[in-house]
């Protein structure tokens, strides 16, 4: 068995054939996982002891003759922002560098439920805000492609492993892009899917509106098996949709004749020339498929970095006012009074973007400017989702670029923060309007660095962006099929 190249088909033919048992998957995923993880600083810690014992559960329950479930001996790793009991869960910040998990997120739940074996967690930016993995207090991840560059971010971690071959899949969070652009930098697929469509209970809060859990696989149909399990409605988010979930691998099958495509012409304009040439060539090969390709307007766009960094910060400082050296972190010692313990604990265990943020989170928030810089930038927010909403009057799906760029040099953009927000350039817009995003690998650039093409839909259409997507790989991802 060769752990970096199973998929979670071959897994669950393996178990049924006994070619191998879930133990001998959930040992050689760890120890090959652990081996790799000095070349990229992907993981943050293991927890074998829950894989093995996860892993003994579907051997289990293949013994008896009982149905081990539909992600049966998948090995997965998950983000640091999502809980899982008993396991460390640092959100890559010193300040939780010892906090143990009190509970199982939703997801997590889910995920093992029906049959996954958690790895452990994977690294990422501090409490998830970053573009690049350097934001970890942890250090950085180094991308398995190209180890002198970043992976990405904020899930850089989930995504490394994927590319790595080291997890079959992983769970990243997205509130601007961190799932989709890790993706498209490290060459597998990311989901963020419709805001709601998946419980975010037991993730930690970053910009609540804007958060999401999602998928990372070698393959679309891998990724929507993986959603397939997360989805649906959790009383204990109350953000989580009722809509009932579509049955997500049911369609694919290369089939997407007449799908109507929008591109944005606002997202064509700061494109890097060889990124620009490889989606070129990814939407030609769409019309090669059947699809209508069309020029659309996202007329909002240009104003979408600035509306997300005012409600992201906002939300962001008022979310991480809880770690205050009370509840859940170490506490500063030999502090004089409270207000000194506060300040140093929070002085000492946030990193400087955390600060950044909650510093311009506080400002935009505050009284005098609230009216003129938060809800100036929801009524922004407003415009942006209606441009998408009345595209898909039009349209079944848009593509566009995920990234104007492909993976970057370590420490090449870590002093020029506006550099590293302005990446996010075409991911943000998805996330403000809540609707589902994926990132598909649309080949390479002469440097063989991976490309990825993001597709949008309709809220709760994860379907039809799965279905263009599948049929997108099988004539080879926009490689050289043209
Ligand atoms: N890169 C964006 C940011 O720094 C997005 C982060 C994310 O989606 N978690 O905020």
């Known amino acids: 068995m060769d752990v970096a190249s199973l998929s979670i088909d071959s897994i669950s033919k393996g178990l049924r054939n006994r070619v191998f048992s879930a133990r001998d998957i959930a040992g050689q995923a760890l120890a ?52 899982v009991k008993d396991v460390r869960h640092t959100c890559a910040s010193r300040l939780l560098e010892n906090y143990l998990a009190p509970y199982d997120a939703t997801a997590i739940i889910r995920l093992e439920e029906a049959g996954a074996i958690i790895l452990g967690k994977a690294n990422c930016d501090e409490f998830a805000m970053g573009s690049s993995n350097e934001n970890s207090a942890f250090g950085p991840v180094r991308n398995p492609v190209d180890l002198t560059r970043v992976p990405g971010g904020s899930s850089g971690g989930s995504a490394a492993v994927v590319a790595q071959g080291t997890a079959v899949v992983s769970l990243g969070s997205d509130t601007g892009g961190s799932i989709r652009q890790p993706a498209s930098f490290c060459g597998v697929v990311g989901v963020t899917p419709t805001y709601g469509r998946v419980s975010r209970y037991g993730l930690t809060a970053f910009a609540s509106s804007l958060d999401h859990i999602g998928p990372f696989a070698r393959s679309t149909r891998d990724a929507a098996r993986v959603l397939q399990v997360m989805a649906g409605r959790d009383p204990l988010d109350s953000t989580s949709a009722f809509a009932p979930v579509d049955d997500y691998t049911a369609g694919l099958n290369g089939n997407v004749r007449g799908m109507r495509i929008g591109l944005p012409k606002e997202y064509f304009a700061h494109l890097e020339s060889e990124s620009g040439d490889l989606i070129h060539r990814g939407i030609r090969a769409l019309e090669k498929l059947g699809c209508t390709v069309r020029e659309i307007s996202l007329p909002h766009t240009e104003y979408a970095i600035s509306c997300y960094y005012i409600i992201c910060t906002a939300e962001a400082s008022s979310n991480l006012a809880r770690y205050d050296g009370v509840r859940y972190t170490a506490r500063a010692e030999n502090a004089a009074t409270l207000s000194d313990m506060y300040r140093n604990t929070r002085g000492n265990g946030f990193g400087a973007e955390c600060k950044r943020r909650i510093m ?9 400017y609230y009216d003129a810089y938060y809800r100036k930038a929801q009524q922004v927010r407003t415009l942006i989702s209606r441009d998408f909403s009345q595209a898909f009057e039009q349209v079944d799906a848009v593509v566009a670029p995920v990234s104007p760029f492909p993976a970057f040099k370590l420490d090449e953009k870590l002093d020029d923060p506006m550099q590293m927000y302005l990446s996010d350039i075409f991911t943000i817009t998805g996330s403000l309007a809540g609707i589902p995003c994926m990132s598909v690998p649309c080949g390479k650039t002469a440097q063989g660095l991976p490309v990825g093409m993001q597709i949008l839909t309709n809220h709760f259409h ?10 997108f790989e099988r004539i080879g991802g926009g490689g050289a099929v043209i």
Request: net charge negative.
């Open 462 to 471: 994860e379907a039809a962006m799965f279905r263009l997507a599948d049929a």
């Open 32 to 83: 090959f996982a652990q081996a790799e993880n000095e070349k990229t600083n992907a993981y943050l810690h293991f927890c074998p002891e829950r894989a093995l014992a996860a892993a003994d559960r579907v051997d289990a329950a293949l013994a008896h003759g009982d149905d081990p479930g539909p992600l049966a001996g998948v090995p997965i790793a998950v983000k640091d922002v999502i809980l």
């Open 360 to 368: 311009l989170g506080t400002y935009v928030l505050s009284a005098g």
